[in-house]
């Protein structure tokens, strides 16, 4: 059986609305697992009680940026995949739901990485007070409260850079080299 180059166009395009869709239902499994993520270690805390538990909990916004990292993969991929198909509208001439998205953009385009990024770093920011007090409490705050606060910071610019790309910081990273997600 011989297909045309039609057919091979249709299943391709199906294919990849296909991944669209895979891909958005994805999201909702990215902020269960961020819920996870966040009770597991609020469990290892409870247990590990209040003197090892802080330190534990500085571990939870490494996690999250790896978390990241696949989030904005996933939406590097979808955005791809919808300016492929709307590449494929334009050459067969047909006005899709890509084309029209092009004419008619949404005012709340992106919210949903917005959301899950100030999600991220307001779990971080949780962490690095707890973080810190226990560090003051220990007597270690000469010492300690610089590495945890520089960690705990470079580790949210990397979950910005990481979730949504370069441009959340714009010109800053791009004087200084540092480079996000390619877009």
Known sequence: MTMTADELAQLEVADLRQEERD???ARLQFWQLYFALASVF???FGVAGLRV???LLAVLPIFQAFLARYIG?????LKQIRKYLY???QRVGHEGYETYVRKMPRPSHGSYLSALRDAFLVTDVLVLAVTGVRVVLDGLATVGLPIVSGEL???MAITCIW???KQVFGLVFNLVGLEGTSR
């Open 87 to 89: 590449v494929v509208e």
């Open 42 to 44: 609020a469990v290892a």
């Open 153 to 155: 910071v470079a580790v």
């Open 23 to 25: 891909r958005m239902t």
């Open 73 to 77: 993969h996933s939406e590097a991929v």
């Open 53 to 55: 538990g802080p330190y």
């Open 163 to 165: 979730i949504n790309g």
